[in-house]
């Protein structure tokens, strides 16, 4: 882990965090660090759209009840400058797959759960993005999405190749894993599930489905 206490020194050595990204804590400002350095970034998300590809009114009402209008302003403001990773000169490959359940789950008003699937279809076309749905109705693979979890990659010069992340959260704690076998494990857990997942135009067709019944 000695790499990425060096990336976070480096960060904060420049003043990084002297903007609206403040907001967040601590432990994850370790994470934009990451998706900033990396050059290959897989998500898998099950009960709501990653945090890289919410829209501005979706993330408004995701946490409306939780924050004063100043807070939510800098929130919003910080979440969607993460996404400036995906436009960016050298920008990473970045992949997700998603339950359905992240897609049905109404978090605001009919209109912006509708914008919200607009936007991940919008980026889904982007070249360096892929996008695949799991649906309720795989079969044989009900209990493929169990956790959410972030695979992260970074090149590094030299004989020892680059640098590979594990991240998971829950309610209690944020964790950034860098042990091969552990990373190994959830790399075949990310081959499995992008086989069992729908294709990247079917996905598209599958979430513009989803947000039609948005009325």
């Known amino acids: ?31 934009v660090d990451l998706e900033e350095n990396c050059d290959l970034i897989r998500t898998v998300e099950n009960e709501v759209p990653p945090g890289l590809v919410q829209c501005e009114s979706f ?26 990773v995906f436009r960016k000169p050298g920008a990473p490959e970045i992949a ?14 009919p209109e912006v759960m509708r914008e919200q699937i607009d936007h991940m279809v919008k980026l889904s076309r982007l070249p360096n993005v892929h996008y695949q749905v799991l649906p309720f109705k795989t079969r044989g693979q009900s209990d493929l999405i169990v956790d959410r979890f972030v695979l992260l990659r970074i090149p590094s010069p030299g004989v020892a190749g680059p640098l590979e992340f594990f991240y998971t959260e829950n309610q209690a704690e944020l964790r950034y894993l860098d042990e091969k076998p552990l990373v190994a494990l959830f790399d075949q857990v990310w081959a499995r599930l992008t086989g069992a997942a729908l294709g990247f135009e079917e996905s598209r067709r599958f979430m513009r489905r989803v947000a039609s019944e948005y009325n």
């Open 1 to 31: 882990m000695e790499a990425l206490l060096e990336l976070r020194r480096n960060n904060h050595q420049r003043g990084k965090w002297n903007g609206v990204r403040s907001v967040y804590n601590e432990s994850f400002r370790t994470m």
């Open 96 to 109: 997700f797959v998603v339950s359905e359940s992240a897609l049905r789950r109404q978090y605001g008003p």
């Open 59 to 84: 993330i408004r009402a995701l946490y409306a009840l939780s924050d004063d209008e100043r807070d939510l302003d800098l929130r919003v403001a910080a979440r969607l400058a993460r996404q400036e």
